[in-house]
């Protein structure tokens, strides 16, 4: 049975690596984001329509990719993200691309007088922009997470940026999009720099993540002073059907 990390009590979890960052998914949901936290053994994850990210213990051992399974939907895949560990035996990988992630450095954090908070109203517009940019997964209670903030041109919502996981000290930057209409104006460096403003104001240090290969976001987010921290790696596996581990690993 899932049970939610408050009701848990965290009992039995492990520390969340030696810095926050190194394991930024499980120190959000066993500190700041505790209250959005489910629980199988020492997995814990979001629930799925608020994000993807599942968190894995630093030190996974096979009963954690046990119960990482149990989390898995109704067409056998989980996200498997920020951990370098290897899969089990039997586990297929479906999606697995190189990630980076940045922390703030240099940054030129700074309120945008143009910049709106986007709140549920603005979700529907906000789906659609993302489905339409791509700057990865945004469900319908992503907004819950954090501080959304978009600029609009002539009532359309032309970009947005926000705040996804949140581990103690640390807030990260995501959803950072342009509708391709309003591209060239440098919208996403004045969203993302007004999201670290926000950070910043309540003494924490913004960082972010994003694919290896993503050249231009990388671009963009070395210009406003992030510096690359470590390599990561974002996955999503399809779990074995019932004894299909046993039997590949005796093979």
């Known amino acids: 049975m899932t049970q939610t990390y408050e009701e848990h ?7 969340a690596g030696t810095h926050p960052l190194d394991n930024p998914a499980y120190a959000a949901l066993t500190g700041p984001h505790a209250r959005f936290a489910e629980r199988r053994g020492r997995v814990l994850r979001y629930p799925a329509d608020v994000t993807p990210w ?10 954690d990719w046990a119960d990482l399974a149990a989390f898995a939907a109704a067409d056998g895949t989980v996200p498997v993200l920020g951990t370098s560990a290897e899969l089990p035996a039997g586990w297929e990988a479906v999606f697995d691309i190189p990630g980076v992630q940045f922390v703030d450095d240099t940054v030129d954090a700074a309120h945008d007088p143009e910049a709106v908070r986007l709140t549920e109203a603005d979700v529907p517009e906000m789906l659609d922009l993302v489905a339409r940019t791509e700057p990865g997964p945004f469900e319908v209670r992503t907004v819950e997470l954090g501080t959304y903030l978009g600029i609009r ?17 640390f807030t990260e930057i995501s959803a950072v999009c342009t ?28 960082f972010l993540h ?5 050249t231009n976001a990388i671009r963009l987010y070395e210009a406003l002073g992030f510096r690359l921290r470590r390599t990561t790696r974002f996955r999503t596996a399809r ?13």
Not at 9 to 15: F, K, M, N, S, Y
Not at 210 to 214: D, E, L, M, R, S
Not at 239 to 251: F, H, I, K, T, W
């Open 239 to 251: 779990v074995p059907v019932a004894g299909q581990s046993s039997r590949a690993a005796s093979l």
């Open 153 to 169: 041109r002539d009532g359309v919502l032309a970009a947005m940026a926000g705040e996804r996981l949140h581990p103690p000290g």
């Open 9 to 15: 009590g965290g009992a039995g979890l492990p520390d």
């Open 54 to 63: 599942v968190a894995l213990p630093d030190d996974v051992t096979p009963a």
């Open 210 to 214: 994003t694919g290896a290969g993503n």
């Open 179 to 206: 509708d391709p209409a309003y591209r060239g104006q440098g919208l996403a460096g004045r969203l993302v720099r007004a999201v670290a403003a926000g950070i910043r104001d309540r003494g924490e240090t913004p």
